[in-house]
């Protein structure tokens, strides 16, 4: 079946430690993205790759790292620096990125909570 | 900027009732989209509504999209239990490709 995965389904980060988000598509989309949810709010963008080996800072991307080395995964990386991550973490992917690309997909979620 | 404000945030109703959720956004854009969340779950797709007085409709559910008031609608004819989420807009801008910009959500509790 098609679609995308996230891993670990909950995740739990000490102070001062730098953790890794997985996300993995197989539906050969182009685009994926990375958001954020806090607890009664709206998705707020973190980071997004247009293809492979590209990748520009969304709204909020302080604090957090992405790479783009393989079409269908993205990882994301949440780093000391960011001092508030707990948060429902949700990536994303679309067939492109051109302005007629249609809808994004959307992965399980992660739930990020610190210890 | 982009913003995108949705409203009610939060809408309590009778099952067998009929409303509606409103999405209003602040700059010109020929594309918007509604998502449902389920409680702890990631967000499934609704609605794409591509062009001025698109109307879509699936079930209960009917969205329509009006680009020169900025104004998306979600009209819920005759609600059900299992309709009870929280449902999001979300606008692309006319420059940002598929970047979305997100509304609050609104959270709909339908009750017997």
């Known amino acids: 079946d098609g679609g995308i995965t996230q891993s670990p389904k909950y995740l739990f980060r000490k102070e001062g430690q730098n953790v890794t988000l997985s996300c993995e598509q197989n539906?050969?989309?182009?685009?994926m993205y990375w958001y954020r949810q806090d607890p009664g709010q709206g998705l707020r963008l973190i980071y997004y790759?247009?293809?492979?080996?590209?990748?520009q800072k969304g709204d909020i991307a302080e604090g957090y790292s992405v790479s783009r080395e393989k079409k269908e995964s993205f990882p994301l990386t949440v780093t000391s620096a960011q001092k508030n991550p707990t948060a429902f973490y949700l990536c994303?992917?679309?067939?492109?990125?051109?302005?007629?690309?249609?809808?994004?997909?959307f992965g399980p979620g992660t739930r990020l909570l610190v210890l | 900027e982009l913003k995108v404000e949705q409203n009610p945030l939060f809408l309590s109703m009778q099952e067998g009732k009929n409303y509606t959720i409103y999405c209003n956004y602040s700059t010109t854009s020929d594309r918007l989209y509604w998502y449902r969340q389920d409680p702890g779950k990631s967000l499934e797709s609704l609605f794409v509504?591509?062009?001025?007085?698109a109307v879509k409709q699936e079930g209960r559910l009917m969205a329509s999209l009006d680009t020169k008031a900025r104004l998306s609608t979600l009209h819920i004819t005759a609600a059900v239990h299992d309709l009870s989420a929280t449902y999001f807009c979300a606008v692309a801008g006319e420059t940002s490709g598929s970047r979305l910009t997100f509304g609050e959500g609104t959270q709909l509790t339908v009750n017997p």
């Open positions: 790759s247009q293809i492979v080996n590209d990748f």
């Open positions: 509504l591509l062009s001025n007085g």
């Open positions: 539906l050969n989309h182009d685009a």
């Open positions: 994303a992917s679309s067939r492109g990125f051109a302005k007629w690309t249609e809808t994004q997909y």
